[in-house]
């Protein structure tokens, strides 16, 4: 269950409108990495925990923080959109900033959401649960949170570098600390599975199950053998299982695939008509 | 580049025909984790790589190996496909076993693709390019391949565990090795990242610009302190450059926001109704 | 700023395992109406309204209860799932049980979430923010709402019809009962608005910048007249302002439209193309 | 069975073009709340209508007027892209206004569709069926009409007052009348259906088989009571089935929920994990 | 304008409902080459055509009929649901036929649409505007349109081959009819405009303008020469302006790319990083 | 099973940087028929071919070249945004051509990229496999090959004339080109396809069937007879079955429907509401 209280995390307020700055701001807001995947992200991981030690703990703390970023991203958004102007190919032409303000803001944000935030990220593409990441395997989900913070935390720094506004700055130099301390919690958080697993998710799939002839070759698919100077077709593997070997020219271990005819039902072209492969005589 | 050879590059042959399994499958071809998502996801990195070293061939050659991947599961699909039968409850009824198949199979297997694979994953959800991720920063990029990799096995693990068909075993068992493999592969790059950056990202941000007194601390914004007991509330941060807290009771640093009127063209809800707080007298 | 509290607001227990509702119940979490679309539907029309009096509190608290009810379903399809099994056509023919669970569920909950909820319907479609509305006029985003409670709250009493599991009827019979008072909350608070304002959204716009004469006009598109019995053919119109009125026959007020031919550079087909209605001889 | 007229229900002629408003104007064509979506939903609830009388009828007139709406905005939208010019940097950079209208003009209208209006709202993205409401429930759906034509007027009014064209004011003035009509008479159906029924949707559910004790009650789940002040939170019911009441401090009637662990053939993390509270040793 | 009357074009009654076929049908509704799709195609298409002749007329006229077969289908749908059953595993398990329609059917039939048609394809997918295709060139977009009636005959002959329901059976008779006639009238339209063109869209391009050299070369990048046996790789174009030519080998006409250095504020792995192809020291 | 080689197939190199072109340079790379669309069409249909001639062989040599495609202009859209400026409405104040830049080009190539190429079109849809079509019936399949071929050569010639800069237009030519072979050898295809069968896909199903006497007419269903004068309204049919035949006024072939009333338990509005086509007294 959740309480909400009317104060804000942290400050939320630019030094002055700027509808061009609200619009790219939606990133982190309603994009793929932004605040709204976050939050749904670590809830419905939270939600799924089947045990209720620290884990779960620190996904409802972490999923509950992110809804307040939400709310502060939602109300610097609705500032930065403060007094926009709407109008037509007319105004802009009478001066330029208004006019490059109406080429280059969100027009929903005046249409659509009456000068507030939307769900949506720079672009407007919707929020979608496309965007998140629940498995039931923690160690794949705190990897997958770890690239969250890391993708978010870079978007952050891009707008932080993009904006001269003081108190966007001010409100991003937060969210970039926020960012810092859970690319840091989840990295904590991995390493502590690992220690009680192993590297490879999931852990509990018995080795010999697998194709271990190939579990730890680098196939060189791409002309060039620049990849075998890395740390991975080198020495030991990663979780201490094998050794990397390093392929310079990858055979086929497979053959042609020759698929049986469909059922006369389907109406896929006919068999005949497949195995004719010479070319009709009116067209030769 | 590309060049495509016939062979695949592993058996792609069940025993037997298997339409229900057939839809499970596509998960691991089509969806969030499946191969055209992380054979897309590595090509886009590879593409957009500003220099033309190891990292950048190394995204190469995975990303022609996963196309490799869809194929193997095209093909498995296609098989477990073959004979399919089609019908209405009349048919369903006759027969438990046809019902079954008719009343669990992908509908689209049937009418839409011709008993071919389809590029959505197990509930007919077509893939979209939201599943796929690439900022030009390789770090970041490698954690979110981590992730996939290890979504993937796990998915790939679970409809192993879910088929008694030897060949579909046999074809898991192969991507379930190569999975182990891009696991310890990109732990590996991950881990020359870490050494020659940090293990935040983006290393290149001035840490003096981020709120730095929130860096590292964890607020219980959940209700009970299990948290409190894991790595990352305790002892040195993860990135050396700081020290875990643990913040019982969060209190906001911001203050209740307020949002100015809207410009009268935009038609919102006017003060003066918003202000006006008391019922309607007739309402009373 | 949200707080969470780890006890649910009302009791989330199955009698028993049952995966196929497991999915039908997704509906209410994850669908158009589901408890994520009211919970951010209200957040985010609580961040836009542009004063802080009682409507932007009462969309607050609904908000942050609707996040708790999230949670409830969460918590009870993950209980549904418990056990679910796993399995291809072959386990399926050996019982029919087991058969139908296997065709009838969504495998997503085996393979992807790992018997927990997901963000998504009960076909699998993910949630998207195409969902919500919040327009920063509340008069029209409370018909919104009340809308949404109406499809909610029915949408909940066919799955309560639908089930024979004690548990979940008990917590439906709870989330009925907050739909009744959520439509009658909304009710109330579109009441207040239009006491304040006109039935008619936006209030705001001079009525005499419309085309006044077809403002309370039935056009009969239909063949047949039965629309002319309805009170919206007859009488005063709801907002007061003109006479409703029946048109048996409506003809066109416009034109033809002609466009003007694309510029070359667009290589539309040539006007030339266009003007000749001939057939071309050797087709003739 | 439909019948077309060439003659448009209402002139679509601007006095000049402007690839930008264009752009903007899309948005009630083909965004959440554009005619293509109250074209199809009053059809679809139409077509659903298990009876033949007058709601039928008003649904069938309304929505094959709608239809015609679609017409004459993608009829105005086609003239507004007249001789749209295309070009790049360099073409933008000799003439501001021809900058201004590359950069903010939708680059789908001369790249995608010739200058021809596309089913896309006013940022691009496509039209889709996520957007429409049809239950069989006519009082449900009645409210999403009323609630579809309140943000429809909405963006009308705002898309009026953002240009100052006066063919294009014109067509809006109509389309802004129509929608007057369309809201007065949903609520004229809305007010029969009440009549009827009640106004709790569904009415035909047992009120008894809810949890009554809080059907009627105000939880605050956001800090501060302003929400206590409104006609929700005093006196008899809309419904006239009870009282409301307001809660100040609510608390909890459920219990943390604990979840059972998954079966192995998962692989989730293994309850001995979740259990393990203590930091490895290693990273102690 | 439309306008609309009440009588069917075509009978729409089945023999006796089935709820497992009403969600295959529901694949031409909306599905990908569903009516939903043809209809809005050439009424985009129609609407977008700068000239007012046959080929407009013949887009109108296909897009009013289109709209019909939308109403049968969607009427069919709803009584292919007539008394639907609803109900969970313990209602499964009692009666075989009603498990696997229970299994089988789309819930949202029940839930969402209480027992009408959805916009909404065979496994569930919303409508999305996606599907359709309008450019402005109309030999292009007839092509569009004699793929699509291909695609919408092929499935609904499908769909005929898997009931047994004469009522069906019927009514599918009708439509394949129509789509052997929409088959034949846009080949018709077809040849008139090659006729008055080239085969080559758009016509208007000046061909020396293309890279002439590879205009006719089939270059072999799938090992195996069967291509080669084709109409395409031999003789005259079929444009008439070149000659086919086949390539065994074909090598790369472009070099290595090499991307510049991001600048510093994007914040992209640095090329110093990028440069060092060494394996860090604590990693050898 | 494929191979990478580091070289492209063609130049992708512009003479100077342009993120506007950038931008719409997406759409041939990521829209609906971008590059990555029949890719991933021409393989996904080229694995499904239920046997291995020709025609499987041509799919794959062009599945495997269009994967060249989609690289080189991965290439060059990231080459167009070398040094894209980041920054808000200060910094496009100070000079109208940055502005311009600012306001037009894609802000999601700086946040979200780093400046690389998107799999997305020129407004930021992300792709998706709504777009692609493999339905096992190849003569349906090449025409829509044949019309991606058209969709995709008029938008690449469209930027074409979009452009000054002489090295994307030096790699448009080629790709354009390109397109010129590809619409030259589906055509090809089809004409040996249709030889060996008949026009009307799929060829396979009895004529007897099809309910006949509407197989070959046009139904006027739009106002004015235009289209009785093309070809399709005259003389024998396309594929020498039958007549056309120009109908002036169809009539409906079909009765009025009624739907029978939906079980109780589906609430739906009521029958005996349905019925009561009178105004509620107290609304009269």
Redesign the interface.
Known sequence: ????????????KPDRP????A??LQ?VL???FGE?SVA?QY??QG????????????L??????E??H???L??MI??LL???P????????KD??I??????M???H???????????????????????????????DF??N??AE??G???A?????????RG?KDML??L???D??H???W???I???E???N????S??PRQ????????????????????????A??P???GEGT?KYVQNPQ????????????????????A????????P???
């Open positions: 269950m959740f309480y909400h209280v009317k104060e804000l995390q942290y400050h939320a700027d509808p061009l700055f619009k790219q990133e309603g994009g793929q709204i749904l809830l419905f939600w799924s925990v089947r045990g209720n030690g620290k884990y779960k703990d620190l409802m703390d972490t999923g509950a923080e809804l307040a939400i709310e502060m939602a109300t609705a500032r403060d007094g926009a709407v109008g037509d190919l007319e105004t802009a032409a330029p900033i006019g490059a303000i109406l080429g280059g969100n027009p929903q005046a249409i659509v959401s009456g000068l507030g935030a939307m769900p949506a990220d720079s672009v407007g593409n919707r929020w979608t649960a496309d965007y998140i990441i629940a498995s039931g395997n923690l160690l794949a990897r997958a770890l690239n890391s993708q935390r870079l978007q720094v891009r707008l932080y570098e993009a904006t001269n506004d966007v130099s937060w970039i600390a926020r810092t301390m690319q840091n919690q990295y904590a958080a390493c502590e599975l220690a009680k697993e590297i490879v998710v999931p509990t799939f199950k697998e194709k271990r002839e190939v579990s730890y070759v680098l196939f060189n698919y791409s002309q060039g053998d620049q990849s075998a100077k890395g740390r991975w080198n020495g593997s990663m979780d990397f086929p271990y497979g053959e042609k695939p020759k698929l049986m005819p469909a059922p006369k039902y389907i109406h896929d072209t006919l068999p008509v497949l195995r004719n492969d010479d070319i009709p009116n067209l030769a």
